[in-house]
C-alpha cells in the first residue's frame, strides 16, 4: 500500500459517466460534482484523464460536464474495462497509481478494479466520487474493493495529496475548486 497519492505517478479514471446512465444514480448531482472537481484538477496538475463509455449507442455520450476533460474515451462493452486491449494500452503510459470514479459502483467500477487489482495495479477509489442506482450497492461495491486491496480515498485527500504542499503552485487555484 503507498503512503500518499502522487500526481506524478497517476492516471484519473473516470468509468462510464454518461447521459442516460447518470440522472438514475443515487445522490447523481453530489457524484458529478465531486467527479468534475477531481478531473478540473486532475488537468491543472498535468494528469491524465481516461474515461470509459459502455454501449454509448445505447448509454449516451459522457456527460458535457466530464467529457470535456477527459484525454481519451475508450468505448466498451464488457463490464471491466480491462477486457478492452485499448484500455490497458492507454495505462501503459508510466503512471502505476490510478485513482478511479464513475458508474456504476457495483458493476463497471468495481470490475475495473477487481481487474486492475488482479494486474497488480495501484488502485484508489474515490468513494465520494462512486454511483450506483441504489445505495446499498455502493457499500458494497467499496466494501469489496477494500477486501480486494484498493485503498479507499476521498476526492479531497486525491488533491491535497496530489499537491502535498500549501506552497504548491496550483495550489490556490485548487483550493477555488473546492471552497
Known amino acids: ?12 479514471i473516470i468509468i462510464d459517466m454518461q447521459e442516460k446512465l447518470m440522472p438514475v444514480i443515487f445522490d447523481n448531482a453530489h457524484v458529478l460534482r465531486r467527479a468534475a472537481l477531481l478531473a478540473q484538477a486532475a488537468r491543472l496538475l498535468a494528469i491524465r484523464v481516461i474515461g470509459t ?9 459522457t456527460v458535457p460536464l466530464i467529457d470535456g476533460m477527459l484525454d481519451q474515451t475508450i468505448e466498451k462493452s464488457s463490464f471491466d474495462a480491462c477486457a478492452e486491449p485499448t484500455f490497458l494500452a492507454a495505462l501503459e503510459n508510466g503512471r502505476d497509481e490510478l485513482v478511479v470514479l464513475g458508474c456504476e459502483a457495483h458493476v463497471c467500477v468495481l470490475q475495473t478494479v477487481l481487474g486492475l487489482l488482479h494486474r497488480q495495479r495501484r488502485v484508489k ?15 458494497c461495491a467499496i466494501d469489496r474493493a477494500r477486501a480486494a ?12 495529496e496530489w499537491m502535498k504542499d500549501s506552497d504548491h503552485p496550483k495550489f490556490r487555484e485548487i483550493l477555488k475548486l473546492i471552497k
Open 53 to 61: 463509455a459502455q454501449q454509448p449507442l445505447r448509454l449516451g455520450r
Open 125 to 139: 477509489l474515490v468513494i465520494d466520487a462512486i454511483g450506483s442506482r441504489q445505495e446499498r450497492d455502493k457499500s
Open 149 to 160: 486491496g484498493a485503498e479507499i480515498v476521498s476526492s479531497e485527500m486525491v488533491m491535497f
Open 1 to 12: 500500500m503507498s503512503y500518499l497519492c502522487d500526481a506524478s505517478a497517476t492516471s484519473l
